[in-house]
């Protein structure tokens, strides 16, 4: 049984990431301070012995005894992180110095949920961890882009000058379960319009890609990346290699959902990005042969089935 500490817990991943570890026998802290995170994710698990639930916010300072760290705790949606970007940037910058000074004081191995957007526009296709990335410093998406390449660099020069053990995961676009139905990434916006029969609410052209991955598989490269040797410590793209449009993925979720929703137009984001597709050999050769394992006519099929249940629960309160 290990001691892990969780944070952004509460929130999509992290929740999933909670109750499989408490699954597989470990002692699980959750920590999150809800910005976007819910306790209605974690709300099955309040009655496991082994799990406790923290709230608290990473810019402070945090004191515990454990054994490895899950970094999570940062917005992820664009919605979300561009409502508030200096505190998105403070989350990943001031966040990541306080769990890596607080590894280094207890000797614990920690993981950094990166992510693709580190790679911005990419000029390369498909994207591998040598990419130095093509980043706008000061447009919209920069507090969460460069807060995460800052985290990065945080974490790399905690390895070098102070010997903290340190796991750096590339995560490329997930969804599934528990993600929220206003969290305003694709695959949530698509499914709750098109169950609810509204109108599908497609940025642009709708021709930009990306490449999706379900949730568990996800889950899986992050644990066995965490427990891989300790010299290995990435980055390592974590992600389906599977790519779409998102006109390709609006039809599909039409499709899927059997909706007589109709696909509107709207303006492209400034800075969205044009492509996106993970290439993950590295992650094979590292990760015991870890790939992607549901492909997404199958994870949309169960995230649909998850939105439905919850749109068709009356709220109590
Ligand atoms: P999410 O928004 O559902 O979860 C983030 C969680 O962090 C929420 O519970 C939120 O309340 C919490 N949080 C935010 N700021 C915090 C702070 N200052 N202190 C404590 N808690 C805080 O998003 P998610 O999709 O579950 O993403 C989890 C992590 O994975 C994030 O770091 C995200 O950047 C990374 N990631 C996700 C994806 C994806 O496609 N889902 C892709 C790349 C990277
Ligand atoms: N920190 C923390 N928990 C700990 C140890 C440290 O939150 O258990 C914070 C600490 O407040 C500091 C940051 O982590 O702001 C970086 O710690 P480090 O030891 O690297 O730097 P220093 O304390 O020397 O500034
Ligand atoms: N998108 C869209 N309609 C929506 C939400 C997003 O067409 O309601 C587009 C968005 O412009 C982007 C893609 O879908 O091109 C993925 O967006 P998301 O916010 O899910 O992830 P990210 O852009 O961070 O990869």
């Given amino acids: 049984m290990k001691r892990i500490l969780i944070t952004g817990g509460a929130g999509f991943i992290g929740s999933h990431l909670c109750e499989r570890l408490l699954k597989e026998g470990n002692d699980v802290i959750c920590l999150d301070n809800y910005f976007t995170g819910s306790k209605k994710n974690i709300a099955h698990l309040m009655d496991n012995p082994y799990f406790e639930l923290v709230r608290h916010d990473i ?4 004191y515990a005894e454990v054994d490895q760290i899950y970094n999570l705790a940062c917005p992820a949606s664009p919605v979300h992180y561009q409502y508030n970007p200096i505190k998105t940037t403070k989350t990943s910058v001031m966040g990541s110095i306080n769990l890596l000074g607080l590894a280094k004081r207890i000797n614990a191995r920690i993981l950094q949920a990166s992510t693709s957007e580190v790679y911005g526009d990419p000029e390369i296709h498909p994207q591998t961890e040598d990419y130095w990335g093509n980043v706008n410093p000061i447009g919209i998406r920069s507090c969460y882009d460069e807060g995460k390449r800052c985290a ?6 905690y390895h070098t000058q102070n010997n903290v053990a340190i796991k750096i ?4 676009n997930t969804y599934g379960p ?13 499914i709750v319009q098109a169950l609810k029969g509204e109108d599908i609410t497609l940025f642009g052209d709708g021709l ?3 490449s999706f991955q379900y949730v568990d598989d996800l889950l899986e490269g992050m644990i066995r990346m965490m427990n891989s040797r300790k010299e290995f410590i990435g980055p390592v793209n974590v992600g389906n290699p599977n790519e779409f449009t998102i006109l390709e993925l609006a039809q599909k979720v039409i499709e899927l959902t059997n909706s007589n929703s109709k696909i509107i137009h709207l303006p492209l984001p400034k800075d969205d990005p044009t492509q996106r597709q993970p290439n993950i050999s590295l992650a094979k050769m590292e990760l015991n042969d870890w790939e992607p394992k549901i492909q997404l006519n199958e994870g949309l099929l169960r995230t649909i089935s998850y939105f439905d249940n919850l749109l068709s629960i009356k709220p109590t309160h």
């Fill in 59 to 62: 810019t402070q300072p945090y």
């Fill in 152 to 157: 990065e660099t945080l974490f790399m020069d």
């Fill in 169 to 172: 995961v590339r995560i490329f």
């Fill in 178 to 190: 528990n993600m929220h139905p206003n969290d305003g990434r694709v695959v949530s916006n698509f």
């Fill in 208 to 210: 930009q890609t990306r």
